[in-house]
């Protein structure tokens, strides 16, 4: 069983949509507005938001993860797209209310200017006004630390285990995820190393002022609480501005 065969067959029951994040991503779309979920993964997201009654697009690098998103869909709403993040205003020629990336996926791209690339490439694709929502692991948290372990998420027979291990001297984080599965009277597991950019807060908020965002709050969650050293979570909301405006 690969990490990564396993992490797309069990990802609806390992990561389902929560209503929390969802309320969260709710509070910058009008009613029947549009949004971009960018690394969509198997499109939990995009369709509880298109059950709410908004329009949503989402794209997401892994073939399988799409797959398996276009079998969730009977109608238009919400559409899947298979392209990388970096290259996603030269396969959507429409903007979107909300541009939202979750799910710790910025920092898979390789350094800072992919970051900055990447970020741009969602201002284009946000109106006048419209938002950006970016979701990371705390890593200011996992460098103070030293070390990082999440809570194991398992659901009937399946656990999924994460550590986040710093390596300051090269800004970077190695996230080991480890999939067991054990149903059937057999047990499986696997293993997986990633080597991830960890970007810290100040950093990330300096790469989205740049790219022309602005209004800039920071949470810890998606609860909406005051961001601190000891979230779990950096979430950064930020604006377009309107035409005109800077």
Known sequence: MGFYQALSRYYDELFPASPQTCD????????????????????????????RGYRVVGVDLDAEMIKRALEKVSGSNPRFLKGDMLKVR???FESFDLVYCIGNSLPHLPDEEAVAWA???????????????????????????????FPPIERAGVRFERDYVPYPECGRVI???????????RTRSA????????????ELT?????????????????????????SPATVISAYRPEEGNS
């Open 24 to 51: 969260f991503l709710e509070r910058f779309l009008r009613p029947g507005g549009s949004a971009l979920d960018v690394a969509c993964g198997t499109g939990n997201y995009a369709c509880a938001l298109a059950q």
């Open 175 to 185: 996230f080991v995820g480890k999939i067991t599965v054990s149903r059937g009277g």
């Open 90 to 92: 030269e396969i959507l």
């Open 119 to 149: 970020l741009h490439g969602f201002f284009s694709l946000t109106e006048p006004g419209g938002a950006l929502v970016l979701q990371t692991v705390n890593f200011d948290r996992v460098f103070e630390t030293g070390r990082t372990e």
């Open 206 to 230: 300096a790469l989205v002022e740049a790219a022309g965002f602005r209004r800039l709050e920071v949470f810890g969650d998606f609860k909406g609480s005051p961001w601190s050293g000891a």
């Open 191 to 202: 293993t997986e190393r990633i080597k991830l950019l960890a970007v810290k807060r100040e």
